[in-house]
Nanobody
Framework: HLQLVESGGGLMQPGGSLRLSCSAS????????IGWFRQAPGKEREGVSC????????VYARSVKGRFTISRDNAQNTVYLQMNNLKPEDTAVYYC?????????????????WGQGTQVTVSS
């Protein structure tokens, strides 16, 4: 009954922008912290960003700080990751996940539910 579906990925040239969406069904996202993670080929999954249940708290990986913005639209039960000034090193499968504690932790083991991911490829 709980489902997260990511969308918005694709191919983008360096310097471009994409907005990823994470749509939830079966539960209300505003009851959870929401994290974005990514995994590139041959690399471990890394935390990208998180927004806490109290939306005054957001967290960003150093590698994306100033370029990516996490936000939430509770009316649409959707969380977004706006990605600007994309770089080739941003290429990865991006996943959204929810943490029932409502507190942002940038460790994948903290998260309870995961989407299936959306591919982001940044190349010329």
């Amino acid at each position: 009954h709980l489902q997260l579906v990511e969308s918005g990925g694709g191919l983008m040239q360096p310097g471009g922008s994409l907005r990823l969406s994470c749509s939830a069904s079966g539960f209300a996202l505003d009851d959870y912290a929401i994290g974005w993670f990514r995994q590139a080929p041959g690399k471990e999954r890394e935390g990208v960003s998180c927004i806490s249940k109290n939306d005054g708290n957001t967290v960003y990986a150093r590698s994306v700080k100033g370029r990516f913005t996490i936000s939430r639209d509770n009316a649409q039960n959707t969380v977004y990751l706006q990605m600007n000034n994309l770089k080739p090193e941003d290429t990865a499968v991006y996943y959204c996940a929810v943490d029932g504690t409502g507190v942002c932790y940038m460790r994948a083991s903290r998260y309870d539910y995961w989407g299936q991911g959306t591919q982001v490829t940044v190349s010329s």
